[in-house]
């Protein structure tokens, strides 16, 4: 059958599944209900690691957060955070070090901020996941 997938276990576009190593690998959705209708989360895993855009709702279905997983440089993330009422709250970077001892997850550089109604607010600077009052200055200066 070429239209279709007899077998959706191993189907390449199945939800859901594991690779050989027992990794999750392919598109991946995460449901609060047993029924599938409020979805918390979905994404694309890569041999166990995200990978692509992931999104993130809320038990009413509202977006949560947004992250998008780079190819390179590795380890970035574009992140976007909602207000509950689904308006963007903030927008910025953080990224992602796994070291054989130790994995590390923080803010970086500008974060823009907006009001619950979408405004602009003054932006956020962080440095290694710690806010800091000012723009950061370029490394080497």
């Known amino acids: ?6 077998f959706r276990p ?3 576009w199945s939800r859901n599944r594991f690779d050989q190593q027992e990794l999750r690998h392919g598109p991946w959705r995460v449901y609060l209900d047993a029924q599938q209708q ?6 694309r895993y890569r041999h166990g ?14 977006p949560e957060r947004t992250e998008r997983f780079h190819r390179w440089p590795a380890g970035l ?8 009422n689904g308006q963007v709250a903030k927008k910025g970077r953080a990224r992602f070090q796994s070291t054989a001892t ?28 710690i806010r800091v009052g000012t723009p950061l200055t370029p490394i080497g200066r």
């Not at 059958?1 to 007899?6: D, E, P, R, V």
Request: some cysteine; proline content about 5%; glycine content about 12%.
């Open 1 to 6: 059958m070429l239209g279709g997938c007899a």
């Open 10 to 12: 191993i189907c390449f």
């Open 38 to 43: 409020h979805i918390l989360n979905k994404g």
């Open 49 to 62: 690691r995200e990978v692509g855009r992931w999104q993130y709702f809320s038990a009413t279905g509202l």
């Open 77 to 84: 993330i574009t992140l976007t955070v909602y207000h509950p």
């Open 102 to 129: 130790l994995d590390r997850f923080f803010w970086f550089g500008e974060w823009r901020c907006y009001d619950a109604t979408g405004r602009p607010l003054p932006s956020e600077y962080y440095r290694d996941g």
